[in-house]
T-cell receptor, first 114, second 117 residues
Framework: KNQVEQSPQSLIILEGKNCTLQ??????????LRWYKQDTGRGPVSLTI?????NTKSNGRYTATLDADTKQSSLHITASQLSDSASYIC?????????????FGRGTQLTVWP | EADIYQTPRYLVIGTGKKITLECSQT?????MYWYQQDPGMELHLIHY???????EKGDLSSESTVSRIRTEHFPLTLESARPSHTSQYLC????????????????FGPGTRLTVT
């Protein structure tokens, strides 16, 4: 069964600190992996997208890694800011259909305290 | 900021009422999607469209219906709302990849929070 599991479910950190969010998936065949940021009451916004051949991608203070062999990804946030408080969702796409089906994790709820 | 809009943003309505959730995008994207999301849970695809006059049901069974008469417009309708329909509904759009294989970014609207009393 194709699944995307994220950990931790929630995380609280102090402003300025770094953190790492984890994503494990069983989706096959694999096409790409995306990390989205979803603010409360808003739609998800893309942070990074990585294909099979990419093992790291950065977007400002966000750095995503991908290990396609172990089917694991991480999202590292450096020097956290209050505005980083949001849900971070890992999404994996397969290439088994013309739809390019997306499998969503439940997200990690990050809270940054001053 | 993606050019995809949803109205209303919040809706509280009584059981049995007919409602239509609006979604419009100005990016000229062929593919559009509707997702349902409950608090703390993953997004579930309920409808999608490859283009005008194309609509398909997603993975999660839904009593809602959709239409795609214009490229930019993808409304979702509930003929008779029930409390079980209470949820957040997210609309998204993307380009249509070559050979029908989708690898392009999905852009999400801000969502409609629906409460049925």
């Amino acid at each position: 069964k194709n699944q995307v599991e994220q950990s931790p479910q929630s995380l609280i950190i102090l402003e300025g600190k770094n953190c790492t969010l984890q994503c494990n998936y069983t989706v096959s065949p694999f096409s790409n992996l995306r990390w989205y940021k979803q603010d409360t009451g808003r739609g998800p916004v893309s942070l990074t997208i990585m294909t099979f051949s990419e093992n790291t991608k950065s977007n400002g203070r966000y750095t995503a890694t991908l290990d396609a062999d172990t089917k694991q990804s991480s999202l590292h946030i450096t020097a956290s800011q209050l505005s980083d408080s949001a849900s971070y969702i890992c999404v994996v796409s397969d290439r088994g259909s013309t739809l390019g089906r997306l499998y969503f994790g439940r997200g990690t709820q990050l809270t940054v305290w001053p | 900021e993606a050019d995809i809009y949803q109205t209303p943003r919040y809706l509280v309505i009584g059981t049995g009422k007919k409602i239509t959730l609006e979604c419009s995008q100005t990016m000229g994207h062929d593919k559009m999607y509707w997702y349902q999301q409950d608090p703390g849970m993953e997004l579930h695809l309920i409808h999608y469209s490859y283009g005008v006059n194309s609509t398909e049901k997603g993975d999660l069974s839904s009593e809602s219906t959709v239409s795609r008469i214009r490229t930019e417009h993808f409304p979702l309708t509930l003929e008779s709302a029930r409390p079980s329909h209470t949820s957040q509904y997210l609309c998204a759009s993307s380009e249509l990849g070559t050979s029908g294989i989708v690898g392009y970014e999905q852009y999400f609207g801000p969502g409609t929070r629906l409460t049925v009393t």
